[in-house]
T-cell receptor, first 115, second 116 residues
């Protein structure tokens, strides 16, 4: 079974600075998807970014980018120019290419933005 | 489209009571899921369904039951509620595609359940 680990329960950053959230995962599969989700206080789950394991190029979405290290099974999220609206819980998630597209989530990192 | 809807938003149950959490989607998605999120933790899969009449257990199914009689609805039943079931419950859905195709999983707003 796959597992996802986020070792940083909490992180904080000054507004306009850059922060990196860490995620590691364990799998024996060679192809899969990885995701970062944002959960603001409203509880809504919002997809931030996704990465296909067969793509070597790191995914980027505006101020959000990932550092995908397949051999190390590492998948970190970098948030540039942090904004107050980025404050939330962030979850890393894994999805196998086999089966019913089930998601396996990490424990989450609570990100605080200091004005 | 309303997307994925869940009712109720909040509920307090007494130990031993039963209830059904409702989930509906209007996107004609084949795949539907129930996750629970304990305080300060990530989401864990309770049950999932790949189509009407087909359900299967996830990581934490004990104490729950599901049914899927229509494509749109996927209710989650709690029998004999226990304090350990205090959690936020999320329903999600996605379209069936090839295993290697990307289909976004859409989440409902969640139901906060407290068992006292």
């Amino acid at each position: 079974a796959q597992t996802v680990t986020q070792s940083q329960p909490e992180m904080s950053v000054q507004e306009a600075e850059t922060v990196t959230l860490s995620c590691t995962y364990d799998t024996s599969e060679s192809d899969y998807y990885l995701f970062w989700y944002k959960q603001p206080p409203s509880r809504q789950m919002i997809l931030v970014i996704r990465q296909e394991a067969y793509k070597q190029q790191n995914a980027t979405e505006n101020r959000f980018s990932v550092n995908f290290q397949k051999a190390a099974k590492s998948f970190s999220l970098k948030i540039s120019d942090s904004q107050l609206g980025d404050a939330a819980m962030y979850f890393c998630a894994y999805r196998s290419l086999q089966g019913a597209q089930k998601l396996v989530f990490g424990q989450g990192t609570r990100l605080t933005i200091n004005p | 489209n309303a997307g994925v809807t869940q009712t109720p938003k909040f509920r307090i149950l007494k130990i031993g009571q039963s209830m059904t959490l409702q989930c509906a989607q209007d996107m004609n998605h084949n795949y539907m899921y129930w996750y629970r999120q304990d305080p300060g933790m990530g989401l864990k899969l309770i049950y999932y369904s790949v189509g009407a009449g087909i359900t299967d257990k996830g990581e934490v199914p004990n104490g729950y039951n599901v049914s899927r009689s229509t494509t749109e609805d996927f209710p989650l039943r709690l029998e004999l509620a226990a304090p350990s079931q205090t959690s936020v419950y999320f329903c999600a859905s996605t379209t069936a595609g090839g295993a290697s195709s990307y289909n976004e999983q859409f989440f409902g707003p969640g139901t906060r359940l407290t068992v006292l």
